[in-house]
């Protein structure tokens, strides 16, 4: 089992910038996708982002739109999450997620088999 750390977020305005970290811990992290996923209050989790095993092949959900990207560091069993131009309606909890099976690519919430505890995202107007 994976065990997955993330850090990175915080109160901030419209139209600045975060960057999320996630670190994992628990198996070889260089053989699995790596996704990111929120949630706001009373609404479902939803895709935000994924990079695949050797992060050449990132995947972004239609709202990021060139705002957020998503890189890894496989030296360092680590995940980011490089957001810009946040807007008030993203704020939420932010997830990192490991995917189940090794280098298997997918982008759903039941690829993935691990979740981090989240990172708080608020975005005020």
């Known amino acids: 089992q994976v065990q997955l750390v993330e850090s990175g977020g915080g109160l901030v305005q419209a139209g600045d910038s975060l960057r999320l970290s996630c670190v994992a811990s628990g198996r070889t992290f260089s053989m699995y996708t790596m996704g990111w996923f929120r949630q706001a209050p009373g609404k479902e989790r939803e895709f935000v982002a994924a990079v695949n095993y050797n992060g050449l092949a990132p995947r972004y959900a239609a709202f990021v739109k060139g705002r957020f990207t998503v890189s890894r560091d496989n030296a360092k069993n680590t995940l980011y999450l490089q957001m810009n131009l946040l807007k008030p309606e993203e704020t939420a909890v932010y997830y990192c997620?490991?995917?189940?099976?090794?280098?298997?690519?997918?982008?759903?919430?039941?690829?993935?088999?691990?979740w981090g505890q989240g990172t708080p995202v608020t975005v005020s107007s």
């Open positions: 997620a490991a995917g189940r099976s090794p280098y298997y690519y997918g982008t759903t919430s039941a690829d993935f088999g691990s």
